[in-house]
């Protein structure tokens, strides 16, 4: 792609020969200017089945009618005050996230998951005791946790380390599922584990609910606290509010954001009551988290995924799914659970993925060999089976192009 043609796609005029955005995502190839549910429509009215959501963003479908309406009315009222000052939406978002979490915690709100993972971190450290106590934590290589210093450090990707160095002190990592592992990785440093119950961005890997058990077990055994990252995974996504749930584990804290705001920019980090008092007047801020455009738009779609049983109805279209695409030519497995999917393949997946956009449809290349499906949790069966069609017809594209085996 020209430079040119990237300037474009990101919205600056076509003559400019220097886009002028960092190039920290590499070259767009498609510009979307608006979306309604389960679609999305470019520049020149082309539309596109989105199976992706964002990354998980969007789960009630992209411009959801009563979403804008409460987002619009609340622009008219106040976009903004000082977290100094009490907001109308706060409590009672804060008590929806409590009683799916199960009751018993308290909420902070930020702008992002990496800075919901953020607050975790402060808070487990605070909790421990201080550089004296317990401050490390221990994450698992394949998660991802943020991009900040101190999430990117707690990212169990090193490669993704290397250039940032150094990096805050304090983090472990050891095998996704080794319990033996992380058994000896919790030394008296350790304040807490930190783990997905489904690896996203490594590859949608679900922990087994046996792992999140024993792990549960060992945090209670040693005393340190078991955090949870359901930023991509929450709040229906994986067929039950939170993912860790299948297990009938509760954790000590809990982290989301991608889906809460349905677009929106809000992440949240929810503690036990005991471990969330741990944080005083002054330890923790953030100028824009909680603030009631981001929460009115978070309680509209709590409001919403509930009374539209989005948990249910992530297992039913995950089943569907699934047993479709287990189905084709060139699909090794279908992995994840609920509307959180990876296809893996016998032809690259980012070749599938591009041929697949070109025809029109929107997913993401997780892993060399496998697609990612984070479709709309209102997603029609005629939409699941459009979008089983598509995949069928570029996996046999790419197989004759690419010679891959059939
Ligand atoms: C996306 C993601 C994050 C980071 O969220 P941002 O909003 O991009 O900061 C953290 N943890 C997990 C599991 C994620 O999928």
Not at 202 to 231: H, K, N
Not at 272 to 283: H, T
Request: hydrophobic letters at 45%.
């Amino acid at each position: 792609m020209s430079a040119s043609t990237h300037a474009a796609a990101m919205g600056a005029p076509a003559e400019l020969d220097r886009c002028p955005i960092m190039g920290t995502y590499g070259p767009p190839s498609v510009m979307f200017v608006r979306g309604e549910g389960s679609w999305l429509f470019d520049r020149d009215d082309r539309q596109y089945l989105d199976l992706l959501s964002g990354l998980a963003v969007t789960s009630l479908g992209h411009a959801h009618p009563e979403v804008a309406e409460a987002i619009c009315e609340q622009s008219q009222r106040l976009l903004h005050v000082s977290n100094l000052f009490g907001t109308e939406h706060n409590a009672p978002v804060a008590m929806t996230l409590d009683r799916l979490l199960g009751g018993g915690g308290q909420v902070f709100f930020a702008n992002s998951g990496a800075e919901a993972n953020e607050c975790a971190i402060k808070l487990a450290r605070r909790f421990g005791g201080g550089p004296a106590g317990r401050f490390a934590v221990v994450s698992a290589y394949g998660s991802f946790h943020g991009r900040t210093l101190a999430t990117l450090h707690a990212t169990g990707q090193p490669a993704k380390h290397e250039a940032f160095q150094p990096l805050p002190e304090g983090f472990h990592h050891v095998e996704f599922g080794d319990l033996d592992a992380l058994r000896s990785a919790i030394t008296p440093s350790v304040a807490a584990v930190l783990l997905e119950a489904v690896q996203g961005e490594g590859g949608v890997v679900p922990a087994t609910d046996e792992y999140l058990r024993d792990v549960r077990e060992l945090c209670t055994e040693r005393g340190v606290l078991m955090i949870v990252d359901e930023v991509q995974t929450g709040l229906g996504r994986c067929g039950s509010w939170f993912a860790h749930q299948h297990a009938g584990v509760q954790p000590d804290v809990v982290t989301m954001a991608k889906a809460l705001g349905n677009g929106v920019p809000i992440g949240a980090c929810w503690a036990r009551a005991d471990v969330a008092s741990a944080f005083r007047p002054g330890d923790h801020a953030t100028t824009f988290g909680g603030q009631p455009l981001a929460t009115a738009a978070a309680r509209k779609v709590l409001e919403i995924m509930e009374r539209e049983g989005v948990p249910a109805r992530a297992t039913a279209a995950g089943a569907r799914f699934t047993d479709a695409l287990g189905a084709l030519d060139h699909v090794v497995g279908v992995r994840g659970r609920g509307l959180l999917l990876a296809v893996e393949l016998d032809v690259p997946a980012p070749d599938v993925a591009a041929l697949l956009l070109e025809s029109g449809v929107v997913v993401n290349a997780v892993t060399p060999t496998a697609l990612r499906l984070a479709p709309s949790l209102l997603i029609t069966d005629d939409e699941i089976d459009e979008g089983v069609r598509a995949i069928d017809a570029a996996l046999a594209q790419v197989a004759a192009t690419s010679g891959g085996a059939s």
